[in-house]
């Protein structure tokens, strides 16, 4: 069974969360607190899709707080089930933001929790472990691109 990992550059981490159907989970240095979030793509692949982990439940209890959108980023929007001044709403916001601009701070840690964030499925693969993507979705994605 693999384990969760700690991205070490804003660049994975970004590719990670844009996968399709990401769990990350934000740690902060400075307070210790930390957020759950899953990022799921559209099925038209336009948007994703954000939620916020709200109770004991990691499987099933999360809560949607906002959209990312190509030319927009992140984004609050009608729907969302927490507002833009909530503390988990700010810390994906602030860190979505540094990670676009190809940062990521010192005093934040992002991890994945072992899983595929394409497809959702256990990685086993150092490699794939490392990146967050296993490596059916890896050579998927990069096949896509060259499209």
């Not at 969760?4 to 210790?32: H, L, P, R, W, Y």
């Not at 799921?40 to 916020?52: A, K, L, P, T």
């Not at 676009?100 to 472990?129: A, F, N």
């Amino acid at each position: 069974m693999s384990e969760g990992k700690k991205f070490k550059d804003a660049a994975d981490a970004m590719t990670f969360i844009q996968a399709g159907n990401a769990t990350v989970t934000i740690v902060s240095k400075v307070t210790e607190k930390r957020f759950t979030y899953r990022v799921r793509e559209s099925e038209d692949g336009r948007v994703f899709f954000v939620s916020v982990m709200w109770g004991n439940d990691n499987e099933s209890q999360y809560k949607y707080i906002g959209v990312i959108s190509g030319a927009g980023g992140f984004r609050w929007t009608a729907k969302s089930k927490v507002q833009p001044d909530d503390v988990r709403f700010k810390a994906f916001s602030w860190i979505y933001q540094k990670l676009l601009d190809g940062q990521l701070p010192d005093t934040v840690e992002v991890w994945h929790e072992g899983s595929c964030g394409r497809c959702g499925r256990k990685l086993t693969v150092p490699e794939s472990i490392e990146r967050g993507i296993g490596p059916e979705c890896w050579t998927r994605s990069h096949q896509e691109e060259l499209l």
